[in-house]
């Protein structure tokens, strides 16, 4: 190991050779062992085609810091790493590299193109992974999974089949969310929804004219949004979908409509006959409380077609051109057609107006192309027989959310939860173990489920050589894939080789023990963003298979955003790349200072120099172990405290950081049990910080050689260390391997103990009596600031303490006061009597008298501090008018309405401090 030790610590210098160290000698390393308890955690698998980001760096700072204290509380402790194959976003990248060599995915075919994939993954694939290792993540990698590797592969499939027969899953003809750019059907939560500025249409359907004169006759209002001029205003967002009407639709309680149900119009533009219809579905208040019915390009509109037996025309191909159904719109795209379509209403009149309307439209979670709702035959999972369960292991608190308010929304998501679309028009994916019979099977558009036999459909898990049914061999298999999430749903348990179909005994038997072992799993931490796209799921498919939860806890982290609350992104230019972070910085800066940020639940506002926290926290623990590895001699430290002696031994400062470390330990141990991880790193930079370095440090170096002294600033440090270890792994490893160079039987502080809590050395009476000999130093200190007192320039002090056990307790530790506050004389008074030119400050046990008398210019101080007088006097004025102001209180956040009443408390205290100093200056 290198010994130098520089005065500023150099991350480049420790990171890879303590991460190399810690890989050689496998210490990230589990296996069953029933002598311990089970500690495990599934990563959040990241894209194969990902490179980390501050998100990444968050949830994998979280996870490794749990790891971490788990393993050396003595768990064993198993993090299980693996990426996804992530089918779209995977397939995209792919097809844009092939496009630089002016070639698509069908020039290839699929064989050749699924090749190429696999060729991508080996050359860029493991990426992410690299990248995790500099963050410091110390998952076993010789766990690490792959969602398409063969054995995951057979689990994916051994699913499928067992919910297909079982009539969970099944084939039908359903409006999907159809990307046109990915050519693909997308779930519920791959299409969140965006409000976007549109338009509202009215648009004339003219009622047949044989229909006229009775609808008349019969006593219908003439208005322009009825049948004026014989016809029906309808109103809708996407005028070019009007092309595939079926019917229009009014609600039966809506009067203006009565005499119109059952009768005849004709689609504008197609010349098509269609019905007027009614239905409690439709919206009186929308519009005209008219719609338009397009059974094939809206939910709700499928559902109006099934319910009253309408016709189903798609009038748009998979990539979103309009087809021969669209008659002279045909191969127009979808929204060039839109402009033709109002084009063509107003050149033959039947475009009544057009209003602007916001409106919430779902976008593609991959491209964020607007997605199009579009009849086609897809394969769903039924979701609610599988939500009941893992709705009750909630309620039951078998499975807790850190926030408690994700609780609620997972609930509410689960009890209204809709059937899962889980095919996808893609290539790179696990191809559906469904196959057909071109003899049997009919190409059109039948519903298939588990518990039916329909003809020349077989669902196995291997490829079938005849048709069951007629024997006939000519058989092919689904073209689509499986969403990618069908895949993951499965991680927790599929990742240690369920469903074993492994040849080997030995091996197989090794796997099932893994498993048995380690789950359910102990915590998964995660982001709000996938709560339903996997949290949700992966508690269903472990109930289902597994026949238990798959994790205890589940804690949701915050987003990461910019300084001003906006998601990172690209587009819009406020990345914080965490690597280049990495490198000015170090992981160590990188991990505390997110951390440090990282409030329960809440989302995190990053900037740049934020990471200077970070920064300046390493350095500081660097130089302080720094100065205590130059003072320390290991022959005084080779002893356990409780042993060597009593605390009554122990100087008031010793039993002091003591208490303090212990303390501290206590509610970081509190903290990390309950996921508070802010806490964990407020509490021990303020311990390191202000504690150890600005008093403990200050104190013993003046008798920094006492074995007293030696002892407990040695053991403070390395159970410091070691209680540091989890945030900021590598700087901890690398001052600890210095403090045991000498003896190379320790190995790493990775498998060290978690430090005790000595509870017997926790003393709020020492820490109480300790306080008092502080805030005397720091009024001194703050006293000579006040009137500009040189920092070399010792002076003269007189304290008259309030009570006999205060004035003992400053008899006793004077020569601190003297050193620590740069003093040449400290006069403790018997009874109150200010000397002559002092200035004075007091704190809850004392008066303090600073004299100035010789030492400064008394008229100069004066009219500064008249200066300082104004300008304080002007900020409260400021501060204090906003929060006179009725409007503003009641609009502004209260955070800030809270932070100026602070703001301008602190002035006033500050006012009447600089009154009095001015009034003693005489």
């Not at 095919?423 to 049997?440: A, K, N």
């Not at 400050?841 to 008298?849: A, K, L, R, Y």
Request: aromatic share 12%; glycine share 4%.
């Amino acid at each position: 190991m290198d010994d130098t030790y520089t005065t500023a610590y150099n991350p480049k210098h420790t990171e890879e050779k303590w991460y190399r160290f810690w890989e050689e000698n496998n210490l990230f390393t589990a296996k069953p062992d029933p002598s311990k308890k089970p500690f495990c955690i599934v990563i959040p698998p990241p894209n194969v085609t990902g490179i980390l980001h501050m998100g990444h760096a968050l949830n994998n700072t979280i996870q490794d810091i749990l790891i971490r204290y788990h393993r050396m509380k003595g768990d064993e402790t198993l993090w299980m790493p693996g990426t996804d194959h992530a089918g779209i976003a995977t397939q995209n990248v792919v097809e844009k590299a092939i496009a630089k060599e002016g070639l698509k995915r069908q020039d290839l075919g699929r064989e050749k193109f699924i090749e190429r994939v696999w060729q991508w993954k080996q050359q860029y694939g493991s990426t992410i992974i690299n990248q995790l290792k500099r963050l410091g993540a110390s998952c076993d990698w010789r766990h690490s999974r792959f969602t398409m590797d063969e054995g995951y592969s057979q689990a994916v499939t051994e699913v499928f089949v067992r919910l297909y027969k079982k009539g969970v899953i099944y084939q039908d003809n359903y409006i999907v969310n159809w990307c046109p750019r990915c050519q693909t059907a997308l779930s519920d939560e791959e299409a969140p929804h965006k409000e976007i500025e549109g338009n509202l249409y009215y648009i004339r359907y003219p009622l047949l004219i044989d229909q006229r004169s009775s609808v008349i006759s019969q006593g219908a209002k003439r208005n322009k949004h009825q049948i004026a001029n014989d016809y029906i205003v309808v109103a809708t967002t996407r005028p070019e979908t009007m092309l595939g009407d079926t019917a229009v639709a009014v609600n039966p309680k809506d009067k203006r409509y009565n005499k119109l149900i059952g009768a005849t119009v004709i689609l504008p533009l197609i010349k098509r006959e269609i019905r007027i219809i009614a239905d409690s579905i439709v919206d009186m208040e929308f519009g005209t409380g008219a719609v338009k019915v397009t059974p094939a390009h809206d939910p709700n509109d499928y559902l109006l077609g099934k319910k009253h037996k309408l016709e189903f025309v798609n009038i748009m191909y998979p990539d979103g051109r309009l087809n021969e159904n669209a008659d002279v719109f045909k191969g127009m795209d979808r929204f060039e057609a839109r402009q033709a379509v109002v084009e063509a209403l107003t050149k033959e009149g039947l475009l009544e107006k057009i209003e602007p309307h916001i409106l919430s439209a779902g976008h593609c979670y991959r491209c964020d192309t607007l997605v199009e709702p579009y009849l086609s035959k897809q394969w769903f999972v039924k979701m609610k027989p599988l939500a009941r369960p893992a709705i009750r292991v909630v309620k039951q608190a078998k499975i807790r959310f850190y926030p408690k308010k994700w609780t609620r929304i997972y609930l509410n998501w689960m009890e209204n939860i809709r059937d899962w679309c889980i095919s996808r028009q893609i290539w790179w994916g696990h191809r559906l173990p469904v196959y057909y019979c071109r003899r049997c099977y009919k190409e059109e558009l039948v519903t298939t489920r588990g518990s039916d036999t329909t003809k020349g459909v077989i669902v196995s898990s291997v490829r079938p050589q005849r048709c069951p049914e007629c024997g006939y061999e000519d058989i092919y298999q689904d073209e689509d894939v499986l969403d990618t999430w069908f895949s993951s749903w499965l991680w927790p348990f599929a990742t240690f080789g369920w469903p074993f179909k492994i040849e080997d005994d030995k091996e197989r038997s090794k796997k099932e023990a893994e498993l048995r072992y380690f789950y359910p799993t102990s915590v998964l931490v995660t982001a709000s963003e996938i709560i339903f796209f996997w949290v949700a799921r992966m508690i269903m498919a472990g109930i289902e298979f597994m026949k238990d939860i798959p994790f205890k806890d589940v804690y949701i982290h915050g987003t990461v955003r910019d300084i001003e609350g906006k998601k990172m992104s690209k587009s819009l230019g406020n990345i914080i790349d965490p690597l280049e972070i990495i490198n000015e910085y170090g992981a160590d800066a990188l991990r505390f200072s997110l951390i440090s940020l990282t409030a329960t639940g809440q989302d995190i506002f990053l900037s740049k120099d934020k990471f200077h926290q970070g920064r300046n926290f390493a350095n500081k623990i660097w130089n302080a172990a720094r100065f205590v590895i130059m003072n320390l001699d290991m022959s005084k430290t080779n002893t356990d405290l409780c042993v060597f002696f009593e605390k009554e031994q122990l100087s008031i400062f010793n039993r002091w950081i003591l208490s303090r470390f212990y303390s501290t330990l206590k509610k970081v141990n509190a903290a990390l049990d309950n996921y508070r991880f802010n806490d964990v790193a407020n509490l021990l930079y303020g311990f390191l910080w202000h504690d150890f370095c600005d008093w403990y440090l200050e104190i013993i170096k003046y008798d920094i050689r006492n074995p007293h002294n030696q002892l407990v600033m040695y053991k403070i440090l390395e159970e410091f260390l070691r209680a540091l270890h989890p945030v900021m792994p590598f700087i901890t490893e690398d001052i600890w391997q210095r403090i045991h160079k000498d003896n190379i039987h320790n190995g790493s502080i990775m498998v060290q103990s978690w430090p005790h809590i000595h509870e017997e050395m926790i003393d709020r009476k020492t820490e109480r009596m300790t306080e008092i000999i502080f805030e005397v130093i720091r009024k001194i200190r703050n006293m000579r600031v006040e009137i500009e007192i040189k920092p070399e320039q010792t002076i003269e002090v007189s304290i008259y303490p309030h009570k006999a056990t205060v004035k003992r307790l400053i008899k006793e530790n004077s020569g601190i006061i003297i050193a620590l506050g740069r003093l040449n004389r400290l006069n403790i008074l018997d009874s109150y009597k200010r000397p002559q030119s002092t200035i004075s400050d007091i704190t809850g046990q004392t008066d303090i008298f600073l004299h100035f008398g010789g030492i400064i210019d008394v008229a100069k101080e004066k009219k500064k501090i008249e200066e300082k007088l104004i300008s304080e006097r002007n900020r409260y004025d400021s501060k204090n008018k906003l929060l006179k102001k009725v409007d503003f209180i009641k609009k502004a956040p209260k955070e800030v309405v809270e932070g100026i009443r602070q703001a301008v408390q602190e002035s006033k205290d500050k006012i009447e401090h600089l009154e009095r100093v001015y009034n003693e200056l005489l």
